[in-house]
Structure formats: C-alpha cells, structure tokens
C-alpha cells in the first residue's frame, strides 16, 4: 500500500507542476506551495487509502487556495475575457478537470493545460 500512496502522491505532484509549468508560474515560491500540499495530503491519504485516486484533485485545489492568498487566482479562464479562475471538477473524485464554471466548458484534465 506504501508503494501506492507514494506513487500517487508524486503523481499528483507532477500534474499540479505541469499545469503550473504551462503557465509560466512554476517559481520556487511555488513548488514550495506544492510541496506542502502534497505532505499535508498525505497524512489525509493515509487515514483514508481509497482516497488516492482523488489526489490529484485536492492537491489542485490545495495549490488554488494557497495561490489565492498570496499571488491571486490560478489558473485563470483562457475561454473568457473576463479575467476569472477555473474550478476542479469533481470536486471529489478521480480524473479531475480545469472546469470554466461561466462557460460550462471542461478546459483541460489536471495535468493538461496548455
């Protein structure tokens, strides 16, 4: 089961950082955010082994909520000329997507902007 969460927590990892990566906003401030994300999601993960496959999802909305307060929204509607950011859906569940919830549009899966 170890060898299972890891390889979902570093999944997760790696998809939040491709998306940040796409949008040019993969500082080291950054990955810091990331990087804590995913160790507070492990202990979660953990407690609750049938969560692995919606790490990702939280762990996107983790970085969101982070970004949020420090440097604004992420990632921001690339469908929409009012400048609004896109939401994880579902929320809680397995193959999670950038969602423009104005547009009703699935933009990207987590891991696949551009």
Do not use: K, Y
């Not at 796409?22 to 955010?33: C, E, F, M, N, T």
Request: glycine share 10%; with cysteine.
């Amino acid at each position: 089961m170890d060898r299972d969460l890891e390889g979902a927590l570093h999944g997760a990892r790696a998809l939040i950082l491709a998306d940040l990566a796409a949008r040019d906003v993969a500082g080291p401030d950054v990955v810091s955010l990331v990087e804590n994300a995913v160790a507070q999601r492990r202990w979660w993960v953990e407690q609750w082994p049938e969560g692995c496959e919606f790490l990702a999802g939280l762990v996107a909305q983790d970085v969101q909520d982070a970004l949020l307060s420090r440097f604004g929204r992420w990632p921001l509607c690339p469908l929409c000329e009012e400048p609004h950011g896109l939401a994880v859906e579902p929320e809680l569940g397995p193959d999670p997507h950038w969602v423009c919830e104005t547009a009703g549009a699935v933009v990207a899966p987590v891991g696949g902007l551009s």
